[in-house]
């Protein structure tokens, strides 16, 4: 099993440019997030899903769009990049029964926008 | 706002010595969990303790939780050099959306 993988590594972007950052697990996993990390702030959930077809907003939900249209699948898209967005952003899967289950992560990736 | 503030933010022990980082929260919660982050990588899950446990071991790692105060406490006896890393503790609210919010982390070093 990969767990939870994560693709770009690293990404440069300028004010108003859009992307996605993806997310994919094979673990089966019901439960999918996103987290942003940055200095001193720790990690900040920016969206989640309990399941494919179903979406809802963390703590930092602004500038953000997420779908689940796959188990597997939850990515993650910036739809105008702005400088406050600079940050670490990470996946994390884990199975829903009774959401008593640790949290797998991904490697994280780390977005500048300038 | 955040669930979990961290205390100490950065503690600094020699290789032997015992580490303990604190953790407290704001709202009732199902279970908190301790993750540890190593430098330039993802989390890790160390241990989760319930609402229900007062302490819970896990090899050198011993956590407690106090449900009345809102805290919990992570010890790490006789740490190692390779202990050295980012320690979060992260709450499952009570209201068992799913949501798992993690609190500001504290940074321990270990010197040889």
């Known amino acids: 099993n990969a767990g939870v993988t994560q693709t770009p590594k690293f990404q440069v972007l300028k004010t108003g440019q859009s992307m996605t950052l993806q997310c994919a697990q094979d673990?089966?996993?019901?439960?999918m997030s996103w987290y942003r990390q940055d200095p001193g702030m720790g990690l900040r959930l920016i969206h989640y899903?309990?399941?494919?077809?179903?979406?809802d907003q963390g703590e930092v939900p602004n500038g953000y769009n997420v779908s689940r249209s796959t188990t597997e699948d939850f990515p993650l898209r910036l739809l105008s990049a702005a400088p406050s967005q600079t940050s670490v952003y990470f996946c994390?899967?884990?199975?829903?029964?009774?959401?008593?289950?640790?949290?797998?992560f991904g490697n994280g990736t780390r977005l500048t926008v300038t | 706002s955040q669930q979990g503030e961290e205390d100490p933010q950065a503690l600094s022990i020699q290789e032997g010595e015992n580490a303990t980082m604190n953790c407290s929260y704001k709202t009732s919660i199902n279970n908190l969990q301790w993750y540890r982050q190593n430098s330039g990588r993802g989390l890790v899950h160390l241990i989760l303790i319930r609402s229900n446990e007062r302490e819970k071991h896990s090899g050198r790692l011993r956590v407690t939780l106090d449900t009345s105060k809102k805290s919990s406490s992570l010890l790490i006896t006789a740490s190692r050099a390779a202990d050295t890393a980012s320690y979060f503790c992260a709450t499952d609210a009570r209201s068992n959306t799913g949501k798992l919010i993690f609190g500001q982390g504290t940074t321990l070093q270990v010197k040889p």
């Open positions: 994390a899967s884990r199975t829903g029964q009774g959401f008593t289950s640790p949290l797998h």
């Open positions: 673990m089966n996993h019901e439960y």
């Open positions: 899903s309990v399941g494919a077809g179903i979406t």
